[in-house]
């Protein structure tokens, strides 16, 4: 006797429901998302000058609900949606570069930098290649001063202390949680610079450039967050205008430098951990974003927009998990490195401590204290994920449209697929990959010549 495994079963009865074939199309329209969101309601899109009924759409005419994509940016929940968003970062960075999404083209010509930050050392860790050499003697807890190994780089070592014991890790998550303020002031010590630069009273720099900036942050396998940023100057009125010919991509990375090497936080003080002061790594990369004819060693504009792009999907491995830590037994639960969960057992510790309670270090355990977006961009730099959003839901057909009115009202009525249904689903998602590859390998064949 033939026996079905639970996900034929389900395919079977998809197969046999009357409005089967519909139920496909909204699979296929959520692009294969692996955790859809189910809703029920309406909406009707009428002429306002009229009041004629230009579109309908009821989920009790489509088996009463409606499947739509979770939009998560975490390729380890959606690979679908995650590239989506990856796309959107894409474009959102892009814009600020070349212009486009409403940015006028001229941006191009502004000063514009690529920088990489860094978070100091907390201690000596395994690197992947060569690792430390060996040295004599032993540190304070009996542990080898070095390693001398080869490690590959998806060794699991990598990223781990020699000595967890000398690990700094108090001032490793107290770095996270002032990362924010770090950026901040580097900002603003930017700013002083190019005023002291220029010439210009610091109060009234606003009135001869403005600093734009669209930066991401990235977990190292040490679990340490770097920052890559865009920097860009723009005239008094943002990006419509052009800054001074004083501004040019030299001065602005000499501040950049100056103030990166400059600025500090000092912690509060806990009797536990004292005052730290937090601070920005030696290593410093400074690269200038314009065409060969201009710059000796450019980085092109599509070039950096994809490279920011890469870690706002990026796994929370190096950085924790996705689910926020609600206790000492939930912290020894998770399936992380062993560095990891010492640097979440860290967050839940000083987290108790009443001098550092605003730092909300327990509620940021899982992301190792670090409570900021994984992308942020002063106003005025480019679009926003709101209005790229908006404007595929246009081009979809869903959108508003000028002169007219939406009534709608929607419910969440659940979440996910069955199992029938995630098979359709992936294999939506597999043949839409199938089909960039496709694309990709027909555009290398008319790039080499056919």
């Known amino acids: 006797m033939l026996t079905l495994s639970e996900t034929e079963r389900d395919l079977i009865r998809l197969a046999n429901e009357p409005g089967a074939a519909r139920w496909l199309e909204q699979i296929r329209a959520t692009g294969g998302c692996e955790q859809p969101v189910h809703l029920a309601g309406h909406s009707t899109v009428v002429d306002a000058a009229t009041g004629e009924v230009l579109r309908s759409f009821d989920t009790a005419d489509e088996g009463g609900r409606l499947a739509v994509r979770c939009r998560t940016r975490r390729s380890v929940r959606c690979e679908s949606c995650a590239r989506q968003h990856q796309g959107d970062t894409y474009h959102l960075v892009r814009a600020g570069l070349a212009g486009g999404k409403g940015i006028r083209s001229e941006v191009v010509e502004h000063p514009r930098l690529m920088v990489t930050l860094t978070a100091p050392s907390f201690g000596r860790v395994h690197r992947s290649g060569r690792c430390h050499s060996l040295r004599p003697g032993v540190c304070r807890h009996g542990a080898p001063m070095g390693c001398g190994r080869f490690h590959r780089d998806t060794a699991a070592v990598v990223g781990a202390p020699l000595c967890a014991a000398c690990y700094d890790y108090p001032g490793h998550v107290l770095w996270h949680a002032h990362l924010g303020e770090l950026w901040s002031r580097t900002m603003r010590n930017v700013r002083r610079l190019l005023a002291a630069a220029g010439g210009v009273p610091r109060s009234r720099l606003s009135e001869h450039l403005t600093v734009s900036f669209a930066k991401v942050a990235e977990y190292q396998r040490r679990g340490a967050v770097?920052?890559?940023?865009?920097?860009?100057?723009?005239?008094?009125?943002?990006?419509?205008?052009?800054?001074?010919?004083?501004?040019?991509?030299?001065?602005?990375?000499?501040?950049?430098?100056?103030?990166?090497?400059?600025?500090?936080?000092?912690?509060?003080?806990?009797?536990?951990?004292?005052?730290?002061?937090?601070?920005?790594?030696?290593?410093?990369?400074?690269?200038?974003?314009?065409?060969?004819?201009?710059?000796?060693?450019?980085?092109?504009?599509?070039?950096?927009?994809?490279?920011?792009?890469?870690?706002?999907?990026?796994?929370?491995?190096?950085?924790?998990?996705?689910?926020?830590?609600?206790?000492?037994?939930?912290?020894?639960?998770?399936?992380?490195?062993?560095?990891?969960?010492?640097?979440?057992?860290?967050?839940w510790r000083l987290g108790g401590l009443p001098e550092l309670a605003h730092l909300r270090l327990r509620g940021w355990a899982h992301m190792l204290g670090f409570r900021g977006h994984v992308l942020t961009k002063s106003r005025g730099y480019s679009t926003t994920y709101k209005e790229l959003r908006a404007a595929r839901a246009a081009w979809q057909g869903g959108g508003r449209v000028d002169g007219t009115v939406v009534d709608s009202a929607w419910r969440y009525v659940g979440r996910g697929w069955t199992p029938g249904e995630a098979e359709l689903a992936r294999g939506v998602a597999f043949d839409a990959a199938a089909g960039r590859a496709l694309a990709r390998e027909a555009v290398g064949w008319v790039e080499r010549g056919g």
């Not at 950085?319 to 969960?341: F, I, K, M, Q």
């Open 226 to 347: 770097h920052v890559h940023a865009v920097v860009r100057l723009d005239g008094p009125e943002g990006a419509g205008t052009s800054p001074p010919a004083w501004a040019t991509e030299t001065v602005l990375a000499a501040a950049v430098r100056t103030a990166a090497g400059a600025t500090r936080v000092a912690t509060p003080y806990a009797p536990e951990v004292g005052e730290r002061t937090v601070v920005w790594g030696r290593q410093l990369d400074i690269h200038p974003i314009g065409d060969q004819d201009r710059f000796t060693t450019p980085v092109r504009d599509d070039a950096v927009a994809a490279y920011i792009a890469k870690y706002t999907t990026k796994s929370a491995t190096e950085g924790g998990t996705d689910y926020p830590v609600r206790s000492l037994a939930d912290v020894r639960a998770r399936r992380v490195p062993e560095h990891v969960r010492a640097l979440m057992r860290a967050c």
